[in-house]
Each structure stands twice: as C-alpha cells, then as structure tokens.
C-alpha cells in the first residue's frame, strides 16, 4: 500500500511539473544525493531544451527536515549541486546554470516532495 501511494504522489507531482513546459523535477530516495535512471532521463530532458533555447537553468534543490538542519541543508545543496553538474555535461553551459538551495521541509516522514530538485529551463 505504502509503495502504491509513493507511486501516486510520484505521477501527482510530475503532473504538476507538467503544468510549466520549462519545469522538470528530479526525484531521489530518502537521505540520497544518488542519481538514478529515472533522474538521469529527467535531467536529459531538461539539458536537451536548454540547449536548444540556449536557456538560462534555475536548479533548486530541497531535503526533508530531521534532527539535523545542517545536514538537511547540505543535502539539498548537494543534490542542486549534483543535478547541475550533470545538466554540464549533458551540455547546458555551465554560466548558464544557477543553483538555490531550498530551506528543509517539515513534512510527515520525509515525503516524497521533499526529496527533489526542481530545473526550470528558462528560470530567472
């Protein structure tokens, strides 16, 4: 049960992303800074548009709150800094590349919506 609503929260949240042509979300499991497939087509995705527009990229990055901010905050900075790094090498200009950190989350149980990195190609 637990893994079908992991799996409707997931395809909520890529809906919503799907609002905005330019926003892709890159999800990751919990305390993990890892890409996986998925985060690796994802970021493709958002590389390959940015390209082609020769776009600005805006990666946020955002981790659930725990016992320890500090750590919750280099986790999000981590995973902005890891998106980024491979958005460069799928061949987005690295000048064209900005990262924000995001503030950890107070979610229930490290929620799915706190474990991502948000590209907006053409972001500010």
């Known amino acids: 049960m637990r893994r079908l609503s992991l799996l409707l ?3 909520l949240l890529t809906g919503c992303a799907g609002g905005h042509p330019g926003k892709y979300v890159v999800f990751f499991t919990p305390n993990s800074a890892q890409l ?3 985060a690796q087509t ?3 995705q958002a590389a390959q548009r940015a390209v082609a527009h ?3 990229v805006r990666v946020e990055g955002y981790a659930a709150a725990s016992h320890d901010l ?3 905050e280099l986790l999000a900075i981590d995973r902005a800094k890891i998106v980024a790094r491979q958005l460069a090498v799928d061949g987005v200009d690295a ?8 503030g ?4 229930e149980d490290g929620a799915l919506a706190s474990r991502r ?6 972001g500010r």
């Open 36 to 38: 996986d497939a998925p």
């Open 95 to 102: 000048g064209h590349i900005s990262q924000q950190p995001r």
């Open 54 to 56: 020769n776009a600005k």
């Open 104 to 107: 950890p989350m107070n979610n």
């Open 9 to 11: 929260g997931l395809g």
């Open 117 to 122: 990195v948000e590209i907006e190609v053409g």
């Open 42 to 44: 994802v970021i493709s």
């Open 70 to 72: 500090s750590a919750d």
